[in-house]
């Protein structure tokens, strides 16, 4: 199966993509999560990357693009995946519609006023990228990675005032994504709950139905 996981940066798609591959055993593809490996081995694409990233912008259409080109074609993405964070244009759009048929939709939908509550308590590991929170997903040791032991921190862009910038831009540039998947009639709605596991049960049936 194709999936997109679409909705508001902090809605919880990263959370639930890692449930759902897990299930259906095919691999999560985070654009965001490419862009910041990228940084992090200092190649040109993350450093270009990087000042975009932190204002809260997106990073040139192209570029993503070329990212997601070169993932779908890997052969593990050949029985299905799950994309987060892309597409988050219309132009992007189009040209994953050109590379691949897209099955289902999942569109998470979670208020403004939640989603930079929710932001503000969102810590990240430094080394492998795991997503904790202050609230709803405590690590065991307080700043410590439970998978590999590394530091949590806060992403520049999980700020608040960069959470605000992000969000005006999701609804500028990547809301309007939701009518261009009506069009196909892959989208299934789903309403963001505070628990995790609740969001994952309402995702799940959406995806069987
Ligand atoms: P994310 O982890 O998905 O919230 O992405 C973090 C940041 O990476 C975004 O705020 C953008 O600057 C950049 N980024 C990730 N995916 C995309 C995309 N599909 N298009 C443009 N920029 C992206």
Same mark, same amino acid.
């Given at each position: 199966?194709?999936?997109?996981?679409?909705?508001?940066?902090?809605?919880?798609?990263? &959370?639930? %993509? %890692?449930?759902?591959?897990?299930?259906?055993?095919?691999?999560?593809?985070?654009?965001?999560?490419?862009?910041?490996?990228?940084?992090?081995?200092?190649?040109?694409?993350?450093?270009?990357?990087?000042?975009?990233? /932190?204002?809260? $912008?997106? *990073?040139? /259409?192209?570029? *993503?693009?070329?990212?997601?080109?070169?993932?779908?074609?890997?052969?593990?993405?050949?029985?299905?995946?799950?994309?987060?964070?892309?597409?988050?244009?219309?132009?992007? !759009?189009?040209?994953?519609?050109?590379?691949?048929?897209?099955?289902?939709?999942? /569109?998470?939908?979670?208020?403004?006023?939640?989603?930079?509550?929710?932001?503000?308590?969102?810590?990240?590991?430094?080394?492998?990228? !795991? &997503?904790?929170?202050?609230?709803?997903? $405590?690590?065991?040791?307080?700043?410590?990675?439970?998978?590999?032991?590394?530091?949590?921190?806060?992403? $520049?862009?999980?700020?608040?005032?960069? *959470?605000? %910038?992000?969000?005006?831009?999701?609804?500028?540039?990547?809301?309007?994504?939701?009518?261009?998947?009506?069009?196909?009639?892959?989208?299934?709605?789903?309403?963001?709950?505070?628990?995790?596991?609740? &969001?994952?049960?309402? &995702?799940? %049936?959406?995806?069987?139905?």
């Amino acid at each position: 199966m194709n999936l997109i996981l679409l909705g508001a940066p902090g809605a919880g798609k990263g &959370t639930q %993509a %890692a449930i759902i591959c897990e299930r259906l055993n095919i691999p999560t593809i985070s654009t965001g999560n490419i862009i910041r490996a990228a940084l992090k081995s200092g190649t040109e694409m993350g450093l270009k990357a990087k000042s975009y990233m /932190d204002q809260g $912008k997106l *990073v040139p /259409d192209e570029v *993503v693009i070329g990212i997601i080109k070169e993932r779908l074609a890997e052969d593990d993405c050949q029985n299905g995946f799950v994309l987060d964070g892309f597409p988050r244009t219309i132009p992007q !759009a189009e040209a994953l519609d050109k590379m691949v048929k897209i099955d289902k939709v999942i /569109d998470l939908e979670v208020s403004d006023e939640a989603i930079i509550a929710r932001m503000s308590g969102r810590r990240v590991c430094e080394k492998c990228g !795991a &997503t904790y929170h202050l609230l709803y997903k $405590k690590p065991k040791a307080e700043g410590v990675c439970d998978i590999c032991g590394g530091t949590l921190i806060q992403r $520049k862009d999980d700020h608040p005032d960069t *959470v605000k %910038a992000r969000l005006e831009v999701y609804h500028k540039e990547t809301e309007p994504l939701i009518a261009h998947y009506k069009k196909q009639g892959v989208v299934k709605r789903v309403d963001g709950q505070e628990e995790v596991a609740d &969001t994952t049960r309402l &995702t799940l %049936a959406a995806l069987e139905a």
